[in-house]
């Protein structure tokens, strides 16, 4: 069975027409230089996933657009993407200075 990476990755190769459909926006966090991380709700051929993207701003209508860069992540996963980013969390302040 093909990931949900693989599936977009061959769709993009496959020239397929597909989309996300957002359900929900979580949360903004401004990343500078007209770009952002969203951390979104959205669907993707009739499945709900934990959608967490850069997006640009668009030089000609200035609306955010979605990059490739980014994870989508089944909602059964999302307990153990939130403990591996607890356990990073030591490393993240040691990297900032805030042991």
Same mark, same amino acid.
């Given at each position: 069975?093909e990931s949900?990476?693989?599936e977009?990755k ?5 020239c397929e027409v597909?989309?996300f459909?957002p ?7 401004d &990343?500078?230089a007209?770009e952002?991380i969203r951390i %979104?709700?959205s ?6 996933y934990?959608? @967490?993207?850069?997006?640009?701003t668009?030089k ?6 979605p990059t ?5 992540? &089944?909602?059964?996963l999302?307990s153990?993407?939130? %403990?591996?980013i607890l356990k990073a969390?030591?490393?993240i302040?040691? @990297?900032?200075?805030q042991?």
């Open positions: 069975m949900i990476g693989q977009i061959s769709a993009v190769q496959n597909f989309s459909f359900m929900a926006t979580i949360q903004d966090i &990343k500078g007209g952002i %979104e709700i669907e993707f051929k009739g499945q709900s934990l959608n @967490l993207r850069v997006w640009y668009d000609n209508s200035g609306e955010y657009k490739q860069k980014g994870i989508t992540v &089944k909602p059964e999302f153990q993407l939130k %403990e591996a969390e030591p490393e302040k040691k @990297l900032l200075g042991e």
